[in-house]
């Protein structure tokens, strides 16, 4: 096998800016254990999607993934792989153990949905179509993840270097990476030497970490009754005010930058003066510089609202804004040139995948952040309605997500 394995390597290699998907397949064609376990992966798929199914019925609501963390732990033990545990921050962990401690490959998929405590999570099955709230985002990552323990206990693949699989928590909305940022900062410090991540569906990878900035703002004044009290300032005036002009923000398109006022909220009664208001803004970017400008000119727009609030009712029941950052991501970038986007390039030539690496906001940040080489790809199949109730997820040839991330396991275990 390590014969074998030496030839994959250097066919990855070779293909920097060219991909060589024949002479890759050729390769670990030599290797009987990858190919067992490849044809276990393709056997086992519709075993992977009622994985998937089962998982995405299990709530994982922000800040409560610890129910859906208990099926993943239990699958993961049944899977073959060794020291399954659950560290601080709750991802689950489990280890395929090499010949060797290093190279040590993780892979990655988060637990978490967008979706509240209460969503009903019953997913609709119409043919290849799965209907559900989280169907796609992540419960594909997830199913793919257990998916490739089991194949490699399927096949026995001896790998050089070490793998480890962890569904993490906190991915989502305000969760702020954190399962991820204590995987790497503090269960595996030290010990990682290339990171992928599986996020939701498709033949993406993504080499490029567009960076994001998460503000809650509160607008503060005295408050009163709507009409007795009239010509106080207003923090949902203010509050108003400036979701106006952010919306009227011209941002460049590349590097693409976006701006979102995702959550409004504050007040007591319909015919009551609020004494708060409240937002919460996302703001994004591959580029670190766009993304300081935008935050400068949001925070303009915010202080500027309280100065013409007070203004326009010449200081009565002045206003006060606190804008607390709430969250964010670093921007990065791995170098297409290197090993790890090279192998995911050639694998998804050779299966019939895209293969030309973009730009998303993922786990993978942290770990580029962190000057390790990593990527996140998709999980194969087709996903719509991402972070909304109506989200779908059409199998249609799924099985090549779950084989490719297979192959990339096993090629980056190797030195």
């Given at each position: 096998?390590r014969a074998a394995l030496?030839m994959?390597?250097?066919v990855?290699v070779?293909?920097?800016?060219?991909?060589?998907?024949q002479?890759f397949?050729?390769?670990?064609?030599?290797?009987?254990r990858?190919?067992?376990?490849v044809?276990?992966?393709?056997?086992t798929?519709?075993?992977?999607?009622?994985?998937?199914?089962r998982l995405c019925?299990?709530?994982?609501?922000?800040?409560?993934?610890r129910?859906?963390?208990a099926?993943?732990?239990?699958?993961l033990q049944?899977?073959g792989?060794?020291?399954?545990?659950?560290d601080r921050a709750?991802?689950?962990?489990g280890?395929?153990?090499?010949?060797?401690?290093r190279p040590h490959?993780?892979l990655t998929?988060?637990?978490?949905t967008?979706?509240p405590?209460?969503?009903?999570?019953?997913?609709?099955?119409?043919?290849?179509m799965?209907?559900g709230p989280?169907?796609?985002?992540n419960c594909r990552g997830?199913a793919?993840?257990?998916?490739i323990?089991?194949a490699?206990t399927a096949g026995?693949?001896?790998?050089e270097?070490?793998?480890t699989?962890?569904?993490?928590?906190?991915?989502?909305?305000l969760?702020?990476?954190?399962?991820?940022r204590?995987?790497?900062?503090?269960?595996?410090?030290?010990?990682v030497d290339?990171f992928?991540?599986?996020d939701?569906?498709g033949?993406?990878i993504t080499?490029?970490?567009?960076?994001?900035?998460?503000?809650?703002?509160?607008f503060?004044g005295?408050?009163g009754?709507?009409?007795n009290?009239?010509?106080?300032?207003?923090?949902?005036?203010a509050?108003?005010?400036?979701?106006?002009r952010?919306?009227?923000l011209?941002v460049p398109?590349r590097p693409k930058t976006?701006f979102?006022?995702?959550?409004?909220?504050g007040?007591?009664?319909?015919?009551?003066?609020?004494?708060?208001?409240?937002?919460?803004?996302?703001?994004?970017?591959s580029d670190e510089?766009?993304?300081e400008?935008l935050?400068?000119?949001v925070?303009?727009i915010?202080?500027?609202?309280?100065?013409?609030?007070n203004a326009?009712?010449?200081?009565?029941?002045?206003?006060?804004?606190t804008?607390?950052?709430?969250?964010?991501r670093?921007t990065g970038?791995?170098d297409?040139r290197?090993?790890?986007?090279?192998?995911a390039?050639t694998?998804?030539?050779?299966?019939g995948m895209?293969?030309?690496p973009?730009?998303?906001s993922?786990?993978?940040?942290?770990?580029?952040q962190?000057?390790?080489?990593a990527?996140?790809?998709?999980?194969?199949?087709?996903?719509?309605?991402i972070?909304?109730?109506?989200?779908?997820?059409?199998?249609?040839?799924?099985s090549?997500g779950?084989?490719?991330a297979?192959r990339?396991?096993i090629?980056?275990?190797?030195?």
């Amino acid at each position: 096998m390590r014969a074998a394995l030496t030839m994959i390597l250097a066919v990855v290699v070779a293909a920097e800016g060219d991909a060589r998907p024949q002479q890759f397949a050729a390769a670990q064609s030599a290797d009987v254990r990858v190919q067992a376990a490849v044809h276990a992966a393709r056997r086992t798929e519709q075993a992977t999607i009622n994985d998937q199914v089962r998982l995405c019925e299990v709530p994982a609501p922000p800040f409560g993934e610890r129910a859906r963390a208990a099926v993943v732990l239990h699958m993961l033990q049944a899977s073959g792989l060794k020291n399954v545990r659950v560290d601080r921050a709750g991802n689950v962990v489990g280890d395929r153990i090499g010949r060797q401690a290093r190279p040590h490959v993780v892979l990655t998929a988060h637990l978490d949905t967008v979706f509240p405590t209460g969503t009903k999570v019953k997913v609709r099955r119409e043919g290849a179509m799965l209907r559900g709230p989280g169907i796609s985002d992540n419960c594909r990552g997830l199913a793919v993840l257990i998916a490739i323990a089991r194949a490699l206990t399927a096949g026995d693949v001896q790998t050089e270097g070490s793998i480890t699989l962890a569904a993490t928590v906190g991915e989502e909305g305000l969760g702020d990476l954190r399962g991820v940022r204590t995987l790497l900062g503090e269960t595996l410090k030290g010990q990682v030497d290339g990171f992928v991540a599986i996020d939701g569906t498709g033949e993406s990878i993504t080499n490029i970490a567009v960076g994001s900035r998460r503000y809650r703002v509160t607008f503060r004044g005295s408050g009163g009754h709507s009409y007795n009290n009239f010509g106080r300032a207003n923090p949902a005036h203010a509050l108003g005010r400036a979701v106006a002009r952010i919306s009227d923000l011209q941002v460049p398109s590349r590097p693409k930058t976006t701006f979102s006022v995702g959550r409004i909220g504050g007040g007591t009664s319909v015919n009551a003066i609020p004494a708060e208001s409240w937002m919460e803004i996302d703001l994004r970017s591959s580029d670190e510089a766009a993304l300081e400008a935008l935050d400068r000119s949001v925070q303009s727009i915010i202080n500027n609202a309280v100065s013409l609030e007070n203004a326009r009712w010449k200081q009565n029941g002045a206003l006060t804004v606190t804008s607390e950052r709430v969250g964010g991501r670093p921007t990065g970038k791995t170098d297409p040139r290197s090993r790890i986007v090279q192998a995911a390039v050639t694998i998804s030539s050779m299966l019939g995948m895209a293969a030309r690496p973009g730009e998303a906001s993922t786990e993978a940040n942290v770990a580029m952040q962190m000057n390790i080489p990593a990527i996140a790809i998709g999980g194969g199949g087709i996903g719509r309605g991402i972070h909304t109730l109506d989200e779908t997820f059409d199998s249609t040839g799924s099985s090549r997500g779950t084989e490719r991330a297979l192959r990339l396991a096993i090629t980056l275990a190797n030195p």
